[in-house]
């Protein structure tokens, strides 16, 4: 590891959410009432990325709008040696299933080569590099309700370690329909929305011009979410009582939440999910969608905290703060 690596500050520079509806802005975002239905995503794709992706499945148009939009936020051009993480939970899951309907009985037996291609697990990161013209490294990151979370973990560490100086860090997941089909690939209450999405930050250690700095994710076992989120804030240094926005992922209930609300009455509660609906990666969005809506120059705003908890009870936090640094 680099010798100043626990020194190393890490910035973020640009920040770009996509919705399950093709929504890219706050202004566009609409609150869900019920799982949103299949979108077509030609005409964004040909807005955003300047020509139509011929074969790419709809996956691949999630991660190519959402890193192309992160992308054209930057106030330079991104050089080739960026490396990729790109964090999903079920990767492609429609032509996964397209090709195991091809390929087993009664069907033929012969799969869509377009299909069988699209069904590679990374080919979303693929299309993210070949999109940016990058030749670096290159991962996409699986750990079902925390793969975008060790994704940006994978990229901090290495930015801090020197073995990159910059990265496009993302998360992306889609839907399928029915929803009891995608029940198997994900558990949802009742009462909770299919959704899809994704969110990519652009980091770096270059602190000039950054709107913002990440912070770190911290992993913490054997914890509940309040005392997850207590070891978060003071491994970050954060002030005692310090205002910030907490952001919960889908797997904390109302009373994790109430007990979060009541032994932090200085966080501001923000419910993202309530605009994506819930998928394994949902976390890029709701980060990416609040540091990209904060103004470069509206200074430093309260600290952001993002906590979720995985099916096995372990708890995982990103913290940030968007807005100009303090260097």
């Known amino acids: 590891m680099h010798k100043n690596s626990h020194t190393k500050r890490v910035y973020i520079h640009a920040a770009a959410a996509l919705g399950p509806h093709g929504d890219i802005a706050r202004a566009d975002r609409r609150t869900l009432s019920a799982d949103p239905a299949p979108l077509e995503l030609n005409e964004l794709v040909k807005k955003v990325v300047g020509a139509p992706l011929r074969q790419a499945s709809h996956l691949v148009e999630l991660a190519a709008i959402g890193s192309q939009l992160c992308l054209k936020r930057l106030p330079w051009p991104a050089p080739e040696n960026t490396a990729v993480y790109l964090g999903t939970g079920l990767a492609d899951v429609r032509k996964n299933d397209a090709v195991f309907r091809q390929v087993m009985p009664p069907a033929s037996g ?16 693929f299309y993210v590099a070949k999109l940016g013209n990058f030749i670096a490294r290159n991962l996409t990151v699986t750990q079902v309700e925390f793969s975008f979370e060790w994704a940006l973990r ?11 100086r910059q990265a496009l860090v993302g998360g992306v997941d889609e839907n399928s329909q029915p929803r009891r089909n995608h029940l198997r690939w994900i558990a949802l209450r009742d009462d909770e929305i299919m959704g899809e999405g994704a969110g990519f930050l652009y980091i770096s250690t270059e602190a000039a011009g950054a709107r913002g700095e990440l912070l770190g994710v911290f992993g913490a076992h054997n914890k509940t979410p309040v005392e997850a989120l207590q070891a978060a804030l003071s491994r970050w240094q954060c002030a005692h009582h310090e205002p910030f926005t907490l952001l919960p992922g889908f797997r904390l209930d109302a009373n994790d ?71």
């Open 110 to 125: 012969m799969a869509s080569p377009f299909d069988f291609i699209n069904a590679a697990n990374n080919m979303a990161a």
């Open 154 to 164: 994978l990229a901090f560490e290495d930015l801090r370690a020197g073995q990159a």
């Open 257 to 327: 939440l109430d007990h979060l609300t009541a032994s932090f009455p200085e966080a501001q509660i923000e419910r993202y999910l309530g605009h994506c609906g819930v998928f394994h990666t949902a976390a890029a969005f709701g980060v990416a969608d609040r540091c990209a809506e904060t103004g470069r120059d509206s200074g430093l705003s309260p600290l952001t905290l993002h906590i979720n908890r995985n099916a096995f009870g372990q708890v995982m936090l990103i913290g940030l703060r968007c807005g100009q640094p303090k260097l």
